[in-house]
């Protein structure tokens, strides 16, 4: 019977050493990503919850807060793996990272390819890429969204916020100073690419919210004065 209790005991320690683990490699994937701000310490709690809900919201997957199947596979996770990362998994900070895509090339308006993982990304097709419209006014740019009629100079804020955002990316090379150019429509449009959305060159509701920049979000204005 001894050696019952102490088998037992010795696989619920070694559970909760790999949950543990599992726990603090994912707040370090999802912190890498943007979505977790606390501490990585392998402690689960309301923070990490929240963490995994955004990650779910941003990547399309059924919103649980908890760490699914689903939600491992996407964070390059397995099962029975928590050292390394599973298949299609990329280790860095950039914006299109996060929607698994590889490192862009640098000729922007190529179709995008298949990646070589097909196993991760089986229904993701190239597409013929088609040049958007060049917008040339912020009514142009902000057609369709709450933006469209704001004031120029909060149009301005949010696009001097959102060519931050896409510095800190890699997609955006030139000078943040919320002013349209050439540098700013090439990101938006590379943004656009790697994030599946439609690519218009405009900054429309699903990249607005792909950029956390619908105010009351990191990159938008205070959400008073928008309702």
């Excluded at 019952?4 to 490699?25: E, M, Q």
């Excluded at 964070?75 to 698994?100: C, I, K, M, T, W």
Aim: charged content about 20%; hydrophobic content about 35%.
């Amino acid at each position: 019977m001894r050696k019952i209790l102490l088998f037992l005991l010795l696989v619920w320690a070694a559970s909760s050493l790999w949950a543990d683990d599992l726990t603090r490699t994912v707040q370090q994937r999802l912190k890498d990503q943007g979505f977790y701000y606390g501490e990585v310490d392998g402690r689960g709690g309301d923070e990490t919850s929240a963490a995994i809900r955004r990650f779910q919201i941003r990547h399309g997957l059924t919103v649980t807060g908890q760490l699914d199947e689903e939600t491992m596979h996407s964070l390059g996770l397995s099962g029975n793996s928590v050292a390394g990362p599973g298949p299609g998994y990329q280790e860095s900070d950039s914006f299109h990272d996060r929607y698994g895509r590889q490192s862009p090339g640098p000729d922007v308006g190529r179709p995008f390819s298949q990646p070589e993982s097909s196993e991760d990304y089986n229904e993701m097709q190239a597409r013929p890429f088609v040049a958007p419209r060049v917008v040339t006014s912020f009514p142009q740019l902000f057609a369709g969204t709450i933006y469209e009629r704001s004031p120029a100079q909060v149009q301005e804020n949010v696009l001097y916020a959102i060519q931050g955002e896409l510095m800190r990316s890699g997609l955006f090379k030139g000078v943040i100073d919320g002013r349209l150019g050439p540098a700013t429509s090439n990101a938006i449009v590379r943004l656009q690419q790697y994030a599946g959305l439609p690519v218009s060159g405009r900054l429309d509701n699903e990249t607005l919210n792909a950029l956390q920049a619908f105010p009351g979000q990191r990159n938008g204005p205070p959400e008073e004065g928008f309702r």
